[in-house]
């Protein structure tokens, strides 16, 4: 028996997402660790997130499982949709509401004003990462700096506000807003520039992540219930296949002749591929055998009748 496959938490706060993780391969352990069918996996089993959440955030954590830990780079490149409370006339040294208020000021402009500069954010932009993350330089986390209180440069990065739609304008200056975004993109730091850019300072007060790529907060299971679930034996009622989870690869089949090609990891020739129209180069695919077991993800290099699958990553 084999546990592939990705589980959509709901992080609930107070819980980093190693803890997530840890309490995941804890409770699946436990479960599994006298289950002869999997005996051999005793010790390998390996739980990984795909995408950060603040300690103080909530909502949507996909938590790979398995050889679905070979695939958590694609999933965390996925977009995200939030639901964000943002404190208007507030900064702090973490750009969230727990953070050292550096600077308050008064609020005193009209609600078309607000709309405007929250809306001029819509697109690409420049954002440059808080000290309080967990980006690395120099080997070193960010947030680990931030505590020593050093703080060193960063560089910008370009991330993509694809929509904000903001839902309601809530007592002592807060708005609720929801946010579709690229990956990378900070909220808090998102805020942090809305505030920057109205003029009195804005800083993140409530995080709820709605949606990763496929992975919704309706579908989403908290960690009790994940135990429960676990000890009912019915982790299947949860576990999203690894081709499902993927999201933006096509699918495409081997002819029998071409098996052992892909058993071993060879590049293949798109000859023995069957994928129902015409493969472009740098597209990227998941092939199956022909037994229509997942054997990785691939590109198409090549041009003309040169054109061959190059795996780019093994699932099996």
């Avoid at 520039?193 to 709605?210: E, N, V």
Wanted: charged residues 25%; hydrophobic residues 35%; positive net charge.
């Amino acid at each position: 028996m084999s546990i592939d496959g990705v589980v959509n938490i709901y992080k609930e706060k107070g819980y980093t997402s190693h803890d997530v993780v840890a309490i995941i391969r804890k409770i699946l352990r436990n479960y599994y660790a006298d289950k002869e069918e999997i005996s051999e996996d005793k010790g390998k089993l390996k739980v990984g997130h795909a995408g950060t959440l603040d300690p103080q955030a909530e909502g949507v954590l996909p938590v790979c499982i398995g050889k679905a830990t070979k695939i958590s780079e694609y999933i965390s490149s996925n977009h995200k949709l939030y639901r964000a409370v943002m404190q208007l006339g507030v900064v702090t040294d973490t750009q969230d509401m727990t953070g050292k208020i550096l600077e308050k000021q008064d609020v005193n402009f009209k609600k078309q004003e607000i709309i405007k500069a929250i809306n001029s954010f819509v697109g690409g932009y420049w954002q440059l990462p808080p000290m309080f993350s967990a980006i690395k330089i120099d080997g070193q986390k960010l947030y680990d700096l931030a505590r020593k209180g050093k703080e060193v440069e960063r560089d910008k990065r370009l991330v993509t506000i694809y929509d904000i739609k903001i839902k309601e304008f809530l007592p002592n200056d807060q708005i609720l807003m929801e946010v579709y975004c690229s990956k990378g993109t900070y909220i808090r730091a998102l805020c942090h520039d809305i505030g920057q850019k109205l003029g009195c300072g804005a800083s993140m007060d409530q995080l709820t992540r709605l949606k990763a790529g496929r992975f919704h907060i309706i579908e989403s299971v908290k960690l009790k219930e994940f135990d429960k679930i676990v000890e009912e034996g019915n982790i299947r009622q949860v576990l999203c296949p690894i081709d499902q989870a993927l999201q933006g690869f096509h699918k495409a089949y081997a002819v029998s002749f071409a098996d052992n090609y892909l058993r071993n990891g060879n590049s293949l020739s798109v000859n023995y591929i069957k994928f129902g129209k015409r493969l472009l180069p740098e597209e990227e695919i998941m092939i199956y055998n022909s037994e229509n077991i997942l054997i990785g993800l691939y590109k198409i290099v090549g041009d003309g009748n040169a054109k061959y699958a190059k795996p780019i990553k093994m699932l099996i």
